[in-house]
């Protein structure tokens, strides 16, 4: 089975400056999640769909970061305007619904790193 | 979310098996203890899970402690590609179904 597409894969920016980034997940995946990870750290969790709906978006900084995923299936993660702080990898990740089996197991992106001057 | 501890760093021979623990004290009983991995640029992968016994799978093995508060992931042989970030997590399924990553354990392995 084809796996998460991401792209752009790199983008640099200046700050203040806007960055989209697009994921489309595994057919028939109904969780979609956004991750930003940081040089040498774990990643952490922005975003969490169910479908189209969000289940979790405590930890995106919603003053500069969107997301939306209107068709229930590709996703879009938006900075504006971004910050030096924002360089970092994103990944998408994706998994069967929560009530499905297999529903343990996300797969991963390779992630779109970005630069931010 | 519960938390996990695990060592900064390991080192492993090549062709030898390596041992990687993680220490979860404060595990509740639904909680699932779930391994990723992920190796130089690329995102992670799913390497295991279980919840109360053992289980192995083509990659690993996990070995979970009787009272559940420590695992150790098992590479019965491991090569230069297993090189990678290794991540313990506790998941909760009754919570979204999200992973809480923490900083994991750099495995260096030598030829």
């Known amino acids: 089975e084809a796996g998460v597409a991401q792209s752009p894969r790199y983008k640099i920016i200046e700050k203040r400056q806007s960055v989209a980034f697009w994921c489309n997940p595994i057919?028939?995946?109904?969780?979609l999640y956004w991750y930003q990870q940081i040089l040498g750290q774990g990643p952490k969790l922005l975003i969490q769909?169910?479908?189209?709906?969000?289940?979790?978006d405590s930890q995106l900084p919603k003053d500069r970061f969107s997301a939306e995923r209107l068709k229930g299936v590709d996703s879009t993660l938006k900075i504006q305007p971004a910050k030096l702080e924002d360089s970092a990898v994103y990944l998408c990740?994706?998994?069967?619904?929560?009530?499905?089996?297999?529903?343990?197991?996300?797969?991963f992106g390779a992630g779109s790193r970005l630069t931010v001057l | 979310d519960a938390k996990t501890t695990q060592p900064n760093s390991m080192e492993s021979n090549e062709e030898e098996p390596v041992h990687l623990p993680c220490n979860h004290s404060?595990?509740?009983?639904?909680?699932?203890i779930h391994w990723y991995r992920q190796l130089p640029s690329q995102g992670p992968e799913y390497v295991i899970h279980?919840?109360?016994s053992n289980v192995n799978n083509r990659m690993a093995s996990l070995a979970i402690a009787e009272d559940r508060k420590s695992s150790t992931l098992i590479l019965h042989r491991a090569t230069l590609r297993d090189a990678a970030v290794y991540y313990c997590?506790?998941?909760?399924?009754?919570?979204?179904?999200?992973?809480?990553f923490g900083a994991g354990t750099i495995l260096r392995v030598k030829s």
């Open positions: 990740a994706s998994s069967y619904g929560l009530e499905a089996p297999g529903a343990n197991v996300l797969t």
């Open positions: 279980g919840l109360t």
């Open positions: 997590i506790l998941r909760d399924l009754k919570y979204g179904n999200k992973l809480v």
């Open positions: 057919s028939g995946h109904a969780t």
């Open positions: 769909f169910q479908n189209n709906g969000v289940v979790d």
């Open positions: 404060t595990i509740s009983g639904t909680d699932y």
